[in-house]
């Protein structure tokens, strides 16, 4: 008798709310967080529950972030989730029969901050002080740059014998595009556009024009590199896009976040041993980026850098980053800069 009256007052109840409008699953329940905080850390176990605005009898309530189920004892969730930044932690309630799914935007940082890096210079050569380089990438033991069309030349992208600056190969970007940031992958180069909404697929021969691609939801294009099967891209906001090898499509993102904050402004890319090294833009540093979680695992202090290349009126900002896997250095450089640096990173 009494589930039948409880069953009976429920009914009236929903069906009252219905007379006055559709019921929406929020004007039933919320979510509830553990002081009713915004910003949790990876791993973090947070209490969980839900506000039953109506006491509607709840059979079952499950939680999920990106698809991926989280296990509840004892009403406390643990945030065990692949990738960090802004998520949706949603719960999906069972009720009578109905189901109803609810959400609540939180965001998810990285546990640990980030380790700091000085560097030391293994060795130097020279640089096309007229290169506006955006990106730098060695295939075997030959350096290939793109450049953007600031400072006194026009865009390019180029292969080059890095001990001595030699030019193998050259091909110019038309006006009005301004190029980015390059990758090689599959014996061809991708070459990013900054605002034009596309990038370009050259052979690695002749540097002939195999095809374009286009931007999906990223804003411009900044930066590329490669895990010798996906392309990541940066487009200068706190996103770091998967990019489809063959399709070129953009298939997922992460964010960049650190312990304290998300992050922007990763500009050029290098991918090794899944890490994303990113010069920061307009910043004498380079961050280590875990390629899964988006976690800002280290920062490169680059400061003095600079000063030691030729100062004139069109030297720009540090940018540029390749990997040598054979020697097992790194090699930066900078807009306009007359100088490139074979440089190993050590924690500080």
């Known amino acids: 008798m009494g589930l039948l009256k409880f069953s009976l007052t429920t009914f009236i109840s929903l069906l009252f709310l219905a007379c006055e409008g ?27 529950s839900i506000n039953n605005k109506k006491n509607i009898k709840i059979d079952r309530v499950r939680y999920s972030i990106d ?38 935007n939180i965001r998810v940082l990285a546990k640990d901050p980030p380790t700091i890096y000085t560097y030391k210079i293994i060795n130097q050569y020279p640089h096309d002080i007229k290169a506006f380089t ?23 992208i180029r292969k ?23 990758t090689l992958l599959n014996d061809k180069l991708y ?47 706190e996103k770091i896009w998967l990019l489809d090898p063959d399709t070129l499509q953009e298939l997922s993102s992460i964010e960049i976040v650190t312990n304290k904050s998300i992050f922007n402004m990763a500009n050029e890319l290098e991918y ?5 090294y990113a010069n920061v833009w307009q910043k004498e540093s380079i961050m280590i980026i875990n390629a899964t979680s988006g976690a800002i695992e280290g920062v490169i202090n680059m400061a003095g850098l600079k000063e030691k290349v030729k100062q004139h009126n069109n030297l720009d900002v540090l940018n540029g980053i390749a990997y040598h896997p054979e020697r097992k250095t790194f090699f930066v450089t900078g807009k306009n800069w007359d100088t490139l640096f074979e440089v190993t990173f050590t924690p500080k």
Not at 214 to 227: A, M, Q, T, V
């Open 22 to 48: 559709e019921v929406s699953s929020a004007d039933l329940f919320e979510i509830k967080l553990d002081g009713k905080k915004r910003e949790y850390f990876q791993s973090e176990q947070i209490e969980v």
């Open 191 to 237: 070459q990013l556009t900054w605002k034009s909404g596309f990038g370009r697929i050259y052979d690695l021969s002749h540097f002939n024009n195999l095809g374009e691609f286009k931007y999906g939801k990223s804003r411009e294009g900044w930066g590329l590199c490669n895990d010798g099967t996906n392309i990541y891209k940066s487009d200068g906001t």
């Open 272 to 276: 090794v041993n899944g890490k994303i």
């Open 160 to 182: 080059i014998v890095y001990q001595t600056g030699e030019i193998l190969l050259q091909k110019d970007l038309e006006s009005p595009h301004f190029g980015e940031g390059i």
């Open 134 to 156: 955006q990106g730098l990438e060695f295939f075997q033991d030959t350096l290939y740059e793109g450049t953007g069309s600031g400072g006194m030349a026009k865009s390019f």
């Open 67 to 104: 698809g991926e189920v989280l296990e509840i004892q004892n009403n406390t969730i643990k945030l065990d989730i692949e990738k960090l930044g802004n998520k949706t932690l949603k719960a999906v309630i069972e009720y009578e029969e109905n189901t109803a799914e609810i959400s609540k």
